[in-house]
């Protein structure tokens, strides 16, 4: 497969896993590299799943108050509110936790996949989702970090950058935070008109065989504990080559403004 190949996957499958899951076998993004949670280390993590089919986990997200999930928009294209349903308060995407379900998806009004802007989602679920020492909610960031910061990211991706291997378990991975020069690599800026790297977002790099991967989409970079990106794309999976988040704190407004709008 080609490089153009792998890249495009890295920001794709997400989306086109929600609307034809049955086509393709598990899958889903993991974090390369990375290691099992412990239990309830992450309580502001979800994953989002089919209504019709438990289990799979073709995305991720955040808890950010007990109506309300932060994701990526380009998750949810070609999903309704109806075929969502929201895993809280579990390390595996298997057994234990709650599912909600959603009655509102909110896509930024000006995300668009080419040229990839603005992915950022909320989720509005249909009743409170019950805190605990497991599910909690996760502040928003007013700064974004700054290069050489240590931040965590998390996901059920796959967890080895040739995509083969599915794990049960959320993983997590500590990754150093890289300027927004450092991140317009060769390699990236080949994609540069469709995939532009802005103030707007947030890179990490690692060594080669840690970082984001398919389905890991959605899910929070934590820095300080509290939310600063949203997984968005990479060139898959953990080949030394940088992640890109849309950074939380440039939307934070947009956040805000969301919510009170739609109030349940």
Known sequence: MSLSNYFLLGFVLCGALAAKISAIEDPEGRVVGGKDAPDGALPYQVSLQRSDQDNFAFCGG??????????????????????????????????????????????????????????????????????????????????????????????????????????DKLQWLDVKIISEKDCKTDNLKRFEKSFPITQNHICTLNKNGEGTC?????????????????????????????DVYTSTTKYSTWIKDNMEANKP
């Open 62 to 167: 955040a808890i950010i108050a007990d109506r309300w999930i932060l994701t990526a928009a380009h998750c949810l294209q070609g999903v309704s509110a109806k075929d969502l349903r929201v895993l809280a308060g579990t390390n595996s995407k298997r057994s234990g936790g709650i599912r909600y379900k959603v009655d509102k998806i909110i896509n930024h009004e000006k995300y668009t996949a080419r040229p990839n802007v603005n992915d950022i989602a909320l989720l509005r679920t249909t009743e409170n989702i019950k805190f605990t020492e497991k599910v909690k909610a996760i502040e928003i960031a007013t700064e974004d970090p700054k290069p050489g910061d240590l931040c965590k990211l998390s996901g059920w991706g796959f967890t080895d950058k040739n995509g083969r291997s599915v794990p």
């Open 214 to 242: 398919q389905g890991d989409s959605g899910g929070s970079l934590v820095c300080n504990n509290k939310s600063c990106g949203i997984v968005s794309w990479n060139i898959p999976c953990a080949r030394g080559q940088p």
